[in-house]
């Protein structure tokens, strides 16, 4: 027995119908793609339009001269050459020794006070165009005119109310004190028992203050710190009633 390994070959079975001959049968495929309606258009258009020198360039190029080589100066704007020429002016001649200077003239000019003048400022602008057009400052809108308001020199409305209401306050005080008077409750207070009375005031005060001086810095304990918001209490109450004396001359108290 051989050591090779035989392949055998596989035949189909066999039919009488295989012996028949049949027609092949072709299977038309359908264009993948149509061809676009437009497309004897574009070809048309692009037949128009696409010259035949658009990628190439001209047929036929003019060769630069050697001689008309790029000059200095030559691509510089030059200045119209003038039609006239312009008239000398020649200084006069130096006058001899026997010429004799014109007297007799003379001007109504006041050199000193021409020398002695003051400058005059310039007035201020404004600037509202990017051309430099100029305008005075004052008529450019940008200064206010107060003069130039509807209401200028009236007197504010706040100000009237709180004058109204300061005037109806006086008026109620003066009423209750006239009153007061007239029923005998209550008496002014004359200019010296004022003065007596509010030089106690800083005197108390000045007391108050210098025992408000001798405090120790440490305030550790809270009898201290007691004591020394007491003080400033008392202190503020006499600079209170000391201003009230101050401002005020007329003054008036029960009368007991």
Known sequence: MSSFNTFEVVHPQERIYN?????????????????????????REKKITNPTMKTMGPAKVEVPSPDKYLKKHSKE???PESEGSYPRFEKPPVPTRTDHPTMGIHTKRDFIRTTTVVPKKPQPISVDTNRGHKQPLENSGLVPKYIKKKDYGEVPVYLQQRNEEQQRAQEA???????????GAMKQLSDEER????ERLKANW????HEY????????????KAHKERLEAAMKQLETD??????FKILYVPNK
């Open 213 to 224: 001086q001798s405090l120790s810095l440490v305030t550790d304990m809270l009898s201290k």
């Open 19 to 43: 012996l028949i001959p049949r027609e092949e049968v072709h299977i038309e495929k359908s264009q993948r793609y149509s061809l676009s309606k437009f497309r004897p258009t574009v070809v």
């Open 242 to 247: 000391i201003e009230f004396f101050e401002r």
């Open 206 to 209: 000045d007391k108050l203050h």
């Open 173 to 183: 005080y003066d009423s209750y004190v006239r009153e007061q008077k007239e029923q």
């Open 195 to 198: 003065q007596s009375i509010l």
């Open 77 to 79: 704007p030059k200045l």
